[in-house]
């Protein structure tokens, strides 16, 4: 048997936790991940998982870093699966710790199958998804009586052989919900912005892009669909791209957010529209 094989009748394995490290905030984190952290003799960890969560993990424990290349993704995941045989095999206590939800566009379930397929034990932790939690920092509501009563997840990236026909109609069809929110959006947002004007948004329609979310260097840029589309807007990612009149609710409930915030307001910024940004 080669080291990379695993062998379910050697010895006792402990279950793998695949735990959901929230949006960055480890105040966030639920009490379920906190224990699994704190027990943890292996954490396997992405690139959205904040300094502060990490600085949870047990001394005594081996972290290590498995984020993906853009462009790598396949590459990327079929090393995180050895390494995930190879410390099963040795009996050590896995945390797979992913960032936000690791069922939401984390290929979470890839990684269950994957460890449930060599008769390993599971044990799923949900995390809360910075798709839901970023936005109520900054904020905004997904939805509010009278403004917004559904609200959509998605992802701003290209669907795998997808063809820009397809991708038209997507963006058509979400524009009937009065709240978006875009996921790994950053560097399609000016073609996402125009696909929603095509389909009936309107180009004032206000919109917000939330930066490092929950993080210390958390910054808000709120704007309309029309600028974006224009090209005006500059983000840096991660952020979390919000579409929809619930945006205007920021400029009024941000600032019973920012008390609470752990990490001070030293560098919390909030930029109301590209020009206040120059
Ligand atoms: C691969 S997806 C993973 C989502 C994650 N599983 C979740 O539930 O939040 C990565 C995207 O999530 C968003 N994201 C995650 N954490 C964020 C944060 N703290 N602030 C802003 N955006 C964040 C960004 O849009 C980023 O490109």
Known sequence: MSSLEFD?????????????????????LTVAATKAIAKAELVLYDRLVSEEILSMIPA????????????????????????????????????????GDPLVFGRG???????????CEVRYIPGISSGLAVPGRAGIPMTARGLSSSFIVVTGQL??????????S??????SLETIVVLMGVSRRKEIAKYL???????????AFIENGTCPRQKILRS???????????????????????????????????????????????????????
């Open 170 to 175: 997507r963006w058509k069809n979400y524009g």
């Open 60 to 99: 005594a424990a081996e972290a290590v870093y498995v984020g993906k290349l853009e462009g790598e993704q396949d590459k990327g995941q079929a090393l995180i699966f050895r390494k995930l045989v190879k410390a099963i095999n040795i009996g050590k206590r896995v945390v797979r710790l992913k960032g």
């Open 109 to 119: 379930v890839e990684e269950w199958l994957f460890v449930k397929n060599l008769g």
């Open 8 to 28: 379910p009748e050697d010895s006792f394995k402990p279950p793998v936790y695949i735990v959901g490290a929230g949006p960055g905030d480890p105040d966030l």
């Open 197 to 207: 004007i095509e389909g009936g948004k309107d180009e004032s329609l206000p919109v």
């Open 224 to 278: 309309s669909l029309g600028e974006v589309a224009a090209g005006e807007v500059e983000v840096s990612a991660p952020a979390v791209f919000v579409v929809g009149e619930v945006c205007r609710y920021s400029e009024v409930l941000l600032s019973d957010v920012i008390p609470e915030f752990k990490f001070g307001t030293d560098n919390f910024m909030v930029a109301n529209s590209v020009e206040n940004r120059k």
């Open 159 to 168: 669907r795998k052989g997808a063809d820009k026909s397809e991708e038209i």
